[in-house]
């Protein structure tokens, strides 16, 4: 029985990554002791870092750098166009020629919770925690909990609920 992994030649995978069945990656580059679940794609130029965990269902598109310690949620999305199209001026399919790759960053130590949606050109910083369901629309601070559609600061990482900064 086939193991039904599609892994592009092209494709950077460091020390003892660990790979669940139907994943496909193409391009891109893994980090050492990632683990990536099932059904997660991720396409060319998109980074993982080192020891982090992409949960299942999870799209990584170009132009996402994810970096050392990062823990991914189940059914999370990147998005890397500002103003996504099906159709070029002329009528046609747009082609690569016809859009511009959005970069978008998650620092090291963050955590993004399940099902949140991450738009372009967006960082969030160290240890930040997305809730679940977030959608993601401006850069999140270093050591902050946002949460919400759009996610919005809840509280500081450290900060006991109830206290104030």
Known sequence: MSDFRCIAADVKLGQNVKLAQFVNLYGCEIGDETKLGTFVEIQKNAKIGSR????SHTFVCEGVTIEDN????HGVAFINDIYPRSTAAGGGLQTEADWKVERTLVKKGASIGSGATILAKVTIGENAIVGAGSVVT???PADTIVAGNP????????????DEE
């Open 52 to 55: 982090c965990k992409i949960s």
């Open 138 to 140: 401006r850069d999140v």
């Open 70 to 73: 990062v823990f991914v949620g």
């Open 151 to 162: 996610a919005r600061v809840f509280r500081k990482v450290n900060q006991v609920q109830g």
